[in-house]
């Protein structure tokens, strides 16, 4: 980091393409402005646009469920940018693009000093404010005092945020949304039997689809995942007695368990102790008043965030990505999953659970992606924030009375750590949705 205390940064010097691409690494977005004549419109931007919205409704007549959550994650997206677009120009900031989605330009027109458009990749979005660091030379002299750099540490902060807290604030309205509409939803600790699988010992020996299964040998079991624990605890071959509740009557079914042979040899779970159910735990919806649904909604996406917070380290744990991918790893709670994959389970949930279902998986993908977002790494807003915090210390230990300056570019290795990172992630967890979906 620098000891420069100086308001005025020194004269910026022409960028070269490598500039350029490390300060968008940084920015998170295009920092090339477009002049009037080249801005993406015409019969070319028209078309485009018509391709788009053509895209979505193919989607809507292929699943209704998919084009639900896919609108839902794209309104998000533009929300959290107008959360820094709209901050940033309330502190006083110059905001000069407004750009869903990457890459090049595909339609966009220019409103006072921002040209607002839409881009050709579908990987995110971002809002160009100008002079975010020090790498970011391509200031005029005039607009020094609008940039962000030049901003207090609480505008800068508050700027930074605030597409996470927009994150935090569309989960809340879609919770309440569910709690008034559905009810809350809340996990029953019991197993139910979904299916039988014909042939299987389970099957075999009388246990049937909508059974309650309450013990393994005499172990009480309150989820699939306990299931599964207890029946691995013995041999295959070994007769157990598994306890069900049918139709309010409490049963005993003595079952011979198998070793598993419906996965490939190399799958760590081939030959262990198999019974031969699909399972779940059933999902009651306790219902609310607007004042108690509102409350709920806010207190709710607490722990939410803490259980997103728990997921996103284990997530990028490379030991984890790597034993998802060579099999060794079925742990869902540990693996790499895309918008592909997320989006494939929206099916479920909203066959399941219909609407609301899906209004609920929106809200926990809004409060993942904004805790996310605020990890304190380069490009991520957090990021910027850590920089933005790191500043204001730096600050504070020589008094207070002069701005202090990060030399972000220090910390360019790191972040393109993140972003290769980030790109191993998506491909990994993009593979493993196509090849096996949850």
């Not at 075999?204 to 909508?210: I, K, L, N, T």
């Not at 007769?239 to 409490?250: A, H, L, S």
């Amino acid at each position: 980091m620098t000891d420069q205390l100086n308001r005025q940064l020194p004269p910026p010097e022409p960028m070269t393409r490598a500039d350029r691409f490390r300060s968008e690494i940084v920015a998170g977005g295009s920092v090339r402005e477009n002049a009037e004549d080249e801005l993406a419109g015409g019969w070319r931007g028209a078309l485009a646009m018509a391709a788009i919205i053509a895209l979505f409704v193919w989607l809507a007549t292929i699943n209704l469920w998919w084009f639900m959550f896919v609108v839902g994650v794209v309104i998000s997206v533009f929300f959290h940018e107008l959360g820094h677009f709209l901050t940033a120009k309330w502190t006083g900031m110059k905001a000069t693009q407004f750009f869903l989605f990457f890459g090049p330009r595909l339609w966009s027109f220019r409103r006072g000093e921002t040209e607002y458009g839409v881009r050709a990749l579908p990987l995110g979005a971002f809002v160009r404010i100008i002079g975010m660091n020090r790498m970011d030379a391509d200031v005029e002299p005039g607009d020094e005092d609008r940039t962000y750099r030049q901003k207090s540490f609480p505008r800068r902060l508050l700027v930074i945020s605030a597409g996470s807290i927009m994150h935090m604030i569309i989960a809340v309205v879609l919770l309440f949304v569910v709690y008034v509409g559905q009810g809350e939803r809340t996990i029953v600790p019991e197993v139910v039997v979904g299916e039988a699988i014909p042939g299987l010992p389970a099957e075999q020996a009388g246990v049937r689809d909508g059974d309650r299964i309450v013990a393994v040998g005499g172990a009480a079991v309150a989820d699939p995942l306990e299931l599964g624990d207890a029946v691995r605890s013995y041999e295959p071959g070994d007769v157990v007695d598994v306890g069900v509740v049918r139709d309010g009557r409490e049963l005993t079914i003595p079952v011979g368990l198998a070793a598993r042979t419906d996965v490939p040899e190399s799958d760590e779970l081939f030959g262990t102790t198999y019974l031969g159910v699909s399972s779940f735990n059933p999902v009651t919806y306790v219902e609310h008043g607007v004042p108690a649904a509102a409350g709920n909604a806010i207190v709710d996406v607490v722990p939410t965030a803490w259980e997103s917070t728990k997921g996103v380290l284990k997530a990028l744990n490379p030991i984890n990505i790597l034993t998802h991918l060579d099999g060794s790893n079925d742990d869902p709670t540990t693996r790499p999953v895309t918008l592909v994959g997320v989006t494939g389970l929206s099916d479920d949930v909203g066959e399941s659970e219909g609407f609301f279902g899906v209004l609920w998986l929106l809200a926990v993908l809004n409060v993942f992606v904004g805790v996310f977002n605020m990890f304190p790494l380069l490009p991520l807003d957090g990021g910027h924030a850590a920089v933005a915090v790191y500043e204001r210390v730096r600050e504070a230990m020589r008094g207070g009375r002069q701005r202090y300056f990060a030399d972000v570019e220090r910390l360019m290795p790191l972040a393109m750590g993140v972003v290769v990172l980030l790109f191993a992630f998506m491909f990994a967890g993009l593979y493993l949705d196509i090849s096996r979906p949850l």
